[in-house]
């Protein structure tokens, strides 16, 4: 990866200065990275070898650009403990300040690792680009760890943007898998907005598959990916089908372009691959919905102790949940959406949650 990065920014910039670091707990890939270094004549001591969650091996260093691609569904059990104490005792001073996923993922870890190794923005900033599977997008729900960490993210404005890739992309896995990039010193017109782009049709057949990997992706798709995120742009896909619905051709259509003429023998498929989200269009306040708990003559019970003396006691039986989206104030929400079903019911202000919506947004966007 620090090769292939090398040579690309080289490949737009030969008078760049790059000076590469990298750390990795595979002997195997940290040997050959090492090797691989020293070929190309970079500093072989910034490779380190160890645990990034840790053993941070650049403790109180910050960086211009990183990228990851960290397993998928691996535990981190061993680390529990020191992680957690890190969570524990340096909050947003150490690695893992927004929260702590479930232990059957570390993937989060990465990210928030990442996170704590961007240089800041009055300083020149960062951007990463980190590979997760569909699991951070939407597991655990609000006030869990995962939800934190995405909310915390999001309402920081640091998620540029997400790109769904096709399946079968790499040799141990054929589950979908997501480019994040993320950045502390997004241009004017990225300030408050994410990027999806799914590119999860971008893509081309090998001619002999590695394991789990049977697709890759043309020079001619990464461009138009590229192309894409460059624009800032909402976009779709069209597709021009023959009367069999065999595909004869396909183009991006940027909004306010023209739609194409639809011949009589032919149809027009329409899909969209980038769309711009708001912030906020992400988040929810989840508000748990009471009604009143009834006697056998259905009259209203009341608590007869302590503070609940003379209130309405709630009926366990009945309790609901509503996710109200950040853009709508909750009191007219709940008057506009439930009142009118279920008058008697009220909101326990004690229960409400944050969470957050990307896996359904990229949902509509594939829809």
Same mark, same amino acid.
């Given at each position: 990866m620090l090769s292939e990065a090398r040579e690309f920014l080289h490949e737009h910039n030969p008078a760049a200065r790059l000076t590469m670091f990298g750390q990795e707990l595979n002997d195997e890939s940290y040997a050959i990275c090492k090797a691989d270094m020293l070929i190309k004549g970079q500093n072989v001591t910034n490779i380190v070898a160890g645990n990034t969650l840790s053993e941070d091996g650049y403790s109180?260093?910050?960086?211009?650009?990183?990228?990851?691609?960290p397993p998928f569904g691996v535990e981190w059990k061993k680390v529990e403990k020191i992680v957690?104490?890190?969570?524990?005792?340096?909050?947003?001073?150490?690695?893992?300040?927004?929260?702590?996923?479930?232990?059957?993922?570390?993937?989060?870890?990465?990210?928030?690792?990442?996170?704590? $190794?961007?240089?800041?923005?009055?300083?020149?900033?960062?951007?990463?680009?980190?590979?997760? @599977?569909?699991?951070?997008?939407? *597991?655990?729900?609000?006030g869990s760890g995962e939800s934190e960490i995405r909310r915390y993210v999001l309402e920081n404005d640091?998620?540029?943007?997400?790109?769904?890739?096709?399946?079968?992309?790499?040799? @141990? *896995?054929? %589950?979908?898998?997501?480019?994040?990039?993320?950045? @502390?010193? $997004?241009?004017?017109?990225?300030?408050?907005?994410?990027?999806?782009?799914?590119?999860?049709?971008?893509?081309?057949?090998?001619?002999?598959s590695l394991d789990s990997k049977h697709k890759k992706m043309s020079d001619e798709h990464i461009a138009t990916i590229s192309t894409l995120f460059g624009a800032?742009?909402?976009?779709?896909? *069209? *597709?021009?089908?023959?009367?069999?619905?065999?595909? %004869?051709?396909?183009?991006?259509?940027?909004?306010?372009?023209?739609e194409p003429e639809n011949p009589a023998d032919r149809k027009i498929k329409l899909s969209p691959v980038s769309r711009i989200f708001r912030n906020e269009n992400f988040g929810y306040t989840? %508000?748990?919905?009471?009604?009143?708990?009834r006697d056998e003559q259905d009259n209203i019970v009341l608590g007869v102790k302590g503070k609940q003396k003379g209130k309405q006691q709630p009926d366990s039986a009945l309790?609901?949940?509503?996710?109200?989206?950040?853009?709508?104030?909750?009191?007219?929400?709940?008057?506009?959406e439930v009142l009118p079903h279920v008058p008697d019911a009220w909101i326990?202000?004690?229960?409400?949650?944050?969470?957050?919506t990307i896996m359904q947004m990229l949902g509509k966007l594939a829809e």
């Open positions: 109180g260093q910050k960086f211009d650009y990183m990228l990851s691609n957690s104490k890190k969570h524990l005792d340096k909050g947003f001073d150490g690695h893992f300040g927004p929260g702590l996923p479930r232990v059957s993922d570390r993937s989060m870890l990465f990210l928030m690792h990442l996170l704590s $190794k961007m240089r800041p923005a009055q300083d020149g900033g960062s951007r990463f680009g980190i590979v997760l @599977n569909g699991s951070p997008l939407f *597991t655990g729900g609000a640091l998620v540029e943007a997400i790109i769904g890739l096709p399946a079968d992309m790499f040799y @141990n *896995t054929g %589950i979908a898998t997501y480019v994040w990039i993320l950045s @502390n010193k $997004k241009p004017a017109q990225r300030k408050g907005f994410v990027q999806l782009i799914d590119a999860s049709g971008f893509w081309q057949k090998m001619r002999k800032i742009a909402n976009a779709r896909q *069209t *597709t021009v089908l023959d009367a069999d619905g065999k595909e %004869i051709s396909h183009s991006i259509l940027r909004d306010g372009q023209p989840t %508000i748990t919905v009471e009604r009143p708990l309790r609901d949940t509503e996710n109200v989206p950040f853009s709508n104030d909750i009191e007219a929400y709940f008057a506009r326990d202000a004690e229960l409400r949650a944050v969470s957050d």
